[in-house]
């Protein structure tokens, strides 16, 4: 059973930056594919951000590329999604997820996540 508790969420203004970070605990985090994931006030979860278990790749929405960085720290059992740029329609909570899987059409499904934590609150104010 692997436990996952993220933090580093908050109140931004629009155009600053923000780190999450999502340690794991209770399993061998090396061997998990890490997501990132998001849900706004009515809105479905939607995939933001995922990483390999090693970090060789990494994948994100359309709606963040070059905005949202994942990464990853095996020793630390620590993965992070660094958001740059950020804007009013970020406002969501975040989630971190831990996967078996290691496919782009795995990892971007929520689905295939079998750990999820608790989430994390990100507000942007315009």
């Known amino acids: 059973q692997v436990q996952l508790v993220e933090s580093g969420g908050g109140l931004v203004q629009a155009g600053g930056s923000l780190r999450l970070s999502c340690v794991a605990s209770g399993g061998t985090f090396s061997s998990y594919g890490m997501g990132w994931f998001r849900q706004a006030p009515g809105k479905e979860r939607e995939f933001v951000a995922a990483?390999?278990?090693?970090?060789?790749?990494?994948y994100y929405a359309d709606s963040v590329k070059g905005q949202f960085t994942i990464f990853r720290d095996n020793a630390k059992n620590t993965v992070y999604l660094q958001m740059e740029s950020l804007k009013p329609e970020d406002t969501a909570d975040y989630y971190c997820?831990?996967?078996?899987?290691?496919?782009?059409?795995?990892?971007?499904?929520?689905?295939?996540?079998?750990?999820w934590g608790q989430g994390t609150q990100v507000t942007v104010s315009s």
């Open positions: 997820a831990a996967s078996t899987a290691f496919t782009r059409n795995y990892l971007t499904n929520p689905t295939k996540y079998r750990f």
């Open positions: 990483i390999t278990w090693r970090g060789a790749s990494t």
